[in-house]
């Protein structure tokens, strides 16, 4: 019979008809799909295989379902949440029945369903105390998101909330299932709070199945405009680190509750500031406007 393999000799020389990709080095700097390489007319198989297991991590992000039991408990068992809310982590729904409901009815998961308004309402009843924030937690298009990163992020804030000069009265942090950005507007108003931040799993990328977005909004109501929020957007490790979005997000909070206001009218200026600065000193100037000049000279 006769032997097909090659020499090594021959492979060796076959090695070298590989072109160097020039693009090879950007690869350190991002995770966006560059230098991807080809073969033939195609790209390489290695490549196809990344994407495709890039392409059903994204799927399972935004099919799979929270598990709200243990992010419940997981809340219930941290000293910090405890020591500045009001009281427990509270389960709640949106009014999309199922996933399928969810992405076929992005209205449902805006509001919450009948009985969590009503358990909400129940509970504002039992207490008089003003809440300055309503902190909320929704799977929205990524549960991995919120599972992995919602903790971690809610007692990063918890700290420098606890530390701040001016006293925060947090209402007890909320879990909505199936729930989009507006539903925390229904959650603010049930319990008359001054400002809401909803914490919400953000639509899947092939690199980024696990993004999470923080918006925060004051005097929110039911039917609230989306120019009226503020968003910290790609919230994980390999993207805003916890600190950075944390910081970002009390920069944000204090100068809503001096400006009695968020949205479009409030710019995010925490990365240009003093962090040691008293917030609240810029109020008035806008990096739209230049600075008056002298012209008396």
């Not at 994204?58 to 020591?83: E, F, R, T, Y």
């Not at 308004?117 to 998101?145: E, H, K, M, N």
Request: proline share 5%.
């Amino acid at each position: 019979m006769k032997n097909n393999a090659q020499p090594e000799s021959v492979l060796s020389s076959q090695d070298d008809v590989t072109q160097p990709n020039p693009w090879q080095e950007l690869k350190a700097f991002t995770s966006a799909r560059i230098a991807l390489g080809r073969a033939g007319t195609s790209i390489p198989t290695k490549q196809m295989l990344a994407f495709q297991l890039d392409h059903a991590r994204a799927m399972d992000a935004v099919h799979g379902a929270l598990d709200i039991p243990a992010l419940l408990g997981n809340l219930k068992d941290s000293a910090l949440i405890s020591q500045h809310c009001a009281g427990e982590a509270m389960a709640l729904s949106s009014r999309a029945q199922d996933r399928f409901d969810y992405l076929q009815r992005p209205d449902k998961g805006r509001q919450l369903n009948e009985n969590s308004w009503q358990a909400l309402c129940d509970y504002r009843a039992t207490t008089d105390t003003p809440f300055d924030l309503a902190i909320v937690v929704a799977d929205g298009l990524s549960a991995t998101a919120v599972s992995r990163h919602a903790q971690p992020v809610i007692e990063g804030l918890l700290s420098l909330l606890g530390n701040d000069e001016r006293h925060w009265q947090v209402a007890p942090v909320t879990v909505v299932s199936q729930g989009r950005v507006a539903v925390g507007d229904d959650v603010a108003e049930c319990l008359n709070a001054s400002l809401v931040l909803i914490l919400i799993g953000e639509r899947p990328g092939l690199t980024s199945p696990d993004s999470m977005g923080m918006y925060l909004t004051w005097q929110a109501r039911r039917g609230a405009r989306e120019s009226s929020r503020n968003c910290i957007s790609n919230v994980r490790p390999q993207g805003l680190n916890y600190p950075e979005a944390c910081q970002k997000a009390f920069y944000l909070m204090s100068e809503a509750r001096t400006r009695q206001l968020t949205g479009v009218n409030l710019k995010d200026r925490s990365s240009t500031l003093d962090n040691n600065a008293t917030l609240g000193q810029q109020s008035g100037s806008s990096f739209l406007v230049a600075a008056p000049t002298n012209t008396q000279e």
